[in-house]
């Protein structure tokens, strides 16, 4: 028994090899590897998860996702990473279904398809295959081309797809295995694999004749207009037409690569596939088996007609052409990725507008927006900005001449300038919100409408007040010279005439003479000078070198207001970028700018009734085109 006051020994030292304090690093290092081990299972389970969901990477083509999954069988790699970049072309109504396929050709949503599909939709809407189901992107029109019925959407959003590349076609033989995908109402894919019957083949629909196809068997149904044919690659062979033979049966043609590449570049950055190498084994051969399961699972026998409501019909094939270098669309210089027949089309064409501004001081606006539409295919959307650009620079000059020479009357045109810029702002989202196919009958009713009043005025000149029109918009004054002419040529003989549109200083008067002035230029793309002018004259009682003077600030300030929406709201809207107006506006300005001059010039030299002679047969040539069916 131990005594409480004793004194306790020392404790023994504690010899067990556990308890001694080395094993605290190693455990430590276990852990650790333990963490690791758990950290890299994560990645690689999010590195499969975003292979599935494909959108993870804001530029990844199909091309380049078949590559990074390498764990699965040829054919069905092709079949899994291709449907995501394939789109269903529809109505913009909720219910609608799509009434054609399409391809995404670009990251930032742009789709290739049939124009035919889409010619006659007021609204347009591109269905996208998500992991979560169909999504709905509103589109609008940026580019046709009717001579080979292409024609290119733009989501409107700022997200980025999955996308193809285009084939390298040259390399494109009769034999080839090839692949038609498409979707169908459901929003479901559809697929069928052929094989490149000919090449640079001639298809007459309609009157018109387009060259340069492809012909395969492996369109089937009218579910793959529009969609892309692709090779073993998943590269862009081109897009699809389901026509009907003489013997009523399904024929597939295809729009190649190289003539897309030819007319798009200019609007979207096109991606371009090496030259393919031999099909592989599982693609050319021994797969006809699990395609015929494919088909059945996504829909569509091996070999019905398929015939629906987008497959053109009555068409008449041309000989069947060989593998030949098409240098129609290949090769040849271009500046700013535009070929350069387009470039002096888009120079010839400003400098028409521009000699149409000088020479009749109006009508140069119309002129040059009518051209994109009908002779380029450019859409509203990509026209308007390229418009206010150019008028910014043109109209910009003309005001600093004007008040060089003192015309321009600052207390007058001051209070306008809020109202013609809020009148664009408004025009524009009007403008937007009817679409393009209104906008060109709005035109063409507009230059019916001018054409009718200057016939009128050649058969009675008697009720034109000044020897030259006086509708204006007249963008430059070259020299004192000119000013000289102009003032003497315009001496305001209608002043009886403007007294009786009297209207008290105010809200209301500027509001009159400004708001629709704007309005016109954000609906129509025009600079709105021809409605500017006359109010000018006779409701603010103006002469007609001020009234011309006052309009030439009014549009440049309407103008850059067009121009900051324009850009903005296609910018946060994902529409438009910046590149491809401004890049047409540096084409357009100088002839737009060098056709006023000589305009002005030759308004000195040639007779009224040729003038408006002249001016007559552009404005019905304009009301024709763009009233009438092509």
Request: aromatic share 8%.
């Given at each position: 028994m131990i005594e409480t006051g004793e004194t306790m020994g020392e404790l023994p030292e504690n010899s067990i090899v556990f308890c001694e304090r080395t094993w605290k690093p190693a455990?430590?290092?276990?852990?650790?590897?333990?963490?690791?081990?758990?950290?890299?299972?994560?990645?690689?389970?999010?590195?499969?998860?975003d292979d599935d969901v494909i959108g993870s990477g804001d530029d990844l083509s199909v091309g380049q996702f078949l590559l990074r999954n390498v764990a699965m069988p040829d054919i069905q790699r092709l079949y899994y990473s291709v449907p995501p970049a394939v789109v269903g072309v529809g109505t913009g109504s909720v219910n609608g279904g799509a009434v054609a396929s399409g391809a995404i050709v670009g990251a930032a949503g742009y789709v290739v398809t049939a124009l035919h599909s889409v010619a006659n939709l007021a609204e347009i809407?591109?269905?996208?295959?998500?992991?979560?189901?169909?999504?709905?992107?509103?589109?609008?029109?940026?580019?046709?081309?009717?001579?080979?019925?292409?024609?290119?959407?733009?989501?409107?959003?700022?997200?980025?797809?999955?996308?193809?590349?285009?084939?390298?076609?040259?390399?494109?033989?009769?034999?080839?295995?090839?692949?038609?995908?498409?979707?169908n109402m459901a929003g479901s894919p559809?697929?069928?694999?052929?094989?490149?019957?000919?090449?640079?083949?001639?298809?007459?629909?309609?009157?018109?004749?387009?060259t340069h196809l492809v012909r395969s068997d492996a369109v089937y149904s009218w579910e793959q207009t529009g969609g892309p044919l692709v090779d073993a690659q998943?590269?862009?062979?081109?897009?699809?037409?389901?026509?009907?033979?003489?013997?009523?049966?399904?024929?597939?043609?295809?729009?190649?690569?190289?003539?897309?590449v030819a007319h798009l570049r200019d609007m979207v950055r096109l991606k371009t596939g090496s030259a393919p190498t031999a099909a592989p084994k599982t693609v050319a051969a021994g797969s006809t088996a699990w395609w015929s399961k494919a088909r059945t699972v996504v829909g569509g026998p091996s070999n019905a007609p398929g015939l629906g409501l987008n497959v053109v019909q009555g068409v008449s094939a041309g000989p069947a052409g060989l593998p030949l270098l098409d240098t129609d669309h290949v090769g040849g210089l271009r500046i700013a990725g535009y070929p350069l027949a387009d470039v002096f089309g888009l120079a010839l064409l400003s400098l028409a507008a521009g000699l149409t501004g000088g020479m009749m001081t109006m009508g140069g606006g119309v002129l040059q927006v009518a051209g994109m539409?009908?002779?380029?295919?450019?859409?509203?959307?990509?026209?308007?900005?390229?418009?206010?650009?150019?008028?910014?620079?043109?109209?910009?000059?003309?005001?600093?001449?004007?008040?060089?020479?003192?015309?321009?009357?600052?207390?007058?045109?001051?209070?306008?300038?809020?109202w013609g810029v809020g009148g664009v702002v408004v025009g524009y989202f009007i403008g937007n919100s009817i679409g393009d196919s209104v906008v060109g009958i709005l035109l063409g009713l507009f230059a019916m409408t001018m054409a009718a009043k200057a016939v009128?005025?050649?058969?009675?000149?008697?009720?034109?007040?000044?020897?030259?029109?006086?509708?204006a918009g007249a963008p430059v004054i070259v020299n004192g010279d000119d000013l000289d002419e102009l003032l003497a040529l315009t001496e305001d003989k209608g002043e009886g005439k403007a007294k009786r549109f009297r209207l008290p200083p105010g809200p209301a008067h500027s509001a009159i003479l400004g708001l629709p002035m704007g309005l016109i230029s954000g609906i129509l793309g025009i600079s709105g000078g021809v409605i500017e002018v006359p109010l000018q004259r006779y409701v603010g009682r103006i002469s007609l070198q001020n009234a011309i003077a006052n309009s030439s600030v009014l549009v440049f300030w309407a103008s850059v207001a067009g121009s900051l929406v324009a850009f903005l709201h296609g910018a946060s809207t994902g529409l438009i970028h910046w590149e491809a107006p401004v890049t047409l506006a540096l084409l357009m300005i100088p002839g737009a700018y060098v056709g006023g001059i000589l305009g002005a010039r030759l308004m000195r030299v040639l007779p009224v009734p040729v003038l408006k002679g002249i001016y007559a047969a552009t404005m019905a040539t304009i009301a024709v085109k763009m009233l009438l069916p092509s």
């Open positions: 455990v430590a290092v276990l852990a650790l590897l333990v963490v690791l081990t758990f950290a890299w299972g994560a990645f690689l389970l999010n590195n499969y998860d809407s591109v269905q996208v295959a998500s992991p979560t189901g169909i999504r709905r992107f509103p589109a609008q029109i940026v580019k046709t081309i009717p001579s080979h019925d292409l024609a290119l959407l733009k989501m409107q959003t700022t997200e980025h797809f999955l996308h193809f590349r285009m084939a390298d076609v040259q390399s494109v033989v009769p034999g080839q295995p090839v692949f038609a995908f498409g979707r559809v697929v069928r694999q052929g094989l490149v019957q000919s090449a640079d083949v001639p298809l007459t629909v309609g009157g018109t004749q387009i998943g590269d862009l062979v081109g897009i699809n037409i389901a026509a009907t033979g003489p013997n009523g049966k399904v024929e597939g043609f295809t729009v190649p690569a190289q003539v897309i539409m009908v002779f380029f295919g450019y859409g509203m959307y990509l026209i308007r900005p390229v418009a206010f650009l150019t008028n910014v620079v043109v109209y910009g000059a003309a005001a600093l001449r004007n008040n060089k020479v003192g015309l321009i009357q600052w207390d007058k045109v001051v209070p306008l300038i809020p009128h005025e050649i058969l009675h000149p008697d009720v034109a007040d000044d020897p030259h029109p006086d509708v």
